[in-house]
């Protein structure tokens, strides 16, 4: 079964810094490869997805993602985080071969913030 | 328009206690799921339907019963609740998995039980 792994937990910045999150997935077959927010409260929101084509995918908000299929990574960035970026963030694959329709979500990263 | 509504938002309720949840779509989609995030904010699979037919169902204990009358539709039964059942539930939907889509989310159920 695949599998979705989240190394950073918790992650603090200040305003203005570069943020990268890392996300690695195990399967080897086609994936389809997804980052949700979830801000305080709220429910998850799309921020963007891999389906095929560009690796580099750019989202909402500013935020970007590389697919390199070689590291099974899609790891999240943004050059320049502002306070409002506070949240929890899910990396997501969809193994499309398997023929499991649902998405397996990593553990999340809990990004805070400080102005 | 909300793209994915669940019912109700809150819920605190007894150990012991039967209750459930709504969810509607107005997407048009096929697929609907059911998602447990615990208190660690871990995300799982729970069930999964498409036209109306169960097609995922993890390992989850019998006292979640989920009930699909319609493709709009996927409600959450939940008999005998336990302390350990406390979590937020998220409902999603999405055009079937698997055919490059997204899933959408709902706002989420925060069930206490005490």
């Known amino acids: 079964a695949q599998s979705v792994s989240q190394h950073n937990h918790h992650v603090i910045l200040s305003e203005a810094a570069s943020l990268e999150l890392g996300c690695n997935y195990s399967y080897g077959g086609t994936v389809n490869l997804f980052w949700y927010v979830q801000y305080p409260g709220q429910h998850l929101q799309l921020l963007l997805k891999?389906?095929?084509?560009?690796?580099l995918v750019k989202g909402i908000k500013g935020f970007e993602a590389e697919f390199i299929k070689s590291k099974f990574s899609f790891n999240l960035r943004k050059p320049s985080v502002q306070w409002s970026d506070t949240a929890e963030y899910f990396c997501a694959v969809n193994a499309m071969d398997t023929g499991r329709r649902a998405l397996t979500f990593g553990s999340g990263t809990r990004l805070q913030v400080q102005p | 328009d909300t793209a994915v509504s669940q019912t109700p938002k809150y819920l605190v309720t007894q150990m012991g206690n039967d209750k459930s949840i709504k969810c509607e779509q107005n997407l048009g989609h096929d697929t609907m799921y059911w998602y447990k995030q615990d208190s660690k904010k871990f995300l799982k699979i729970m069930f999964s339907?498409?036209?109306?037919?169960?097609?995922i169902n993890e390992t989850v204990p019998n006292r979640f019963s989920p009930k699909s009358p319609d493709k709009a539709h996927l409600n959450l039964h939940i008999n005998s609740l336990e302390l350990g059942d406390s979590a937020v539930y998220f409902c999603a939907s999405s055009r079937i998995l698997g055919w490059n889509t997204e899933a959408f989310f709902g706002q989420g159920t925060r069930l206490t039980v005490v």
């Open positions: 339907y498409n036209n109306k037919e169960l097609i």
């Open positions: 891999y389906f095929s084509g560009d690796p």
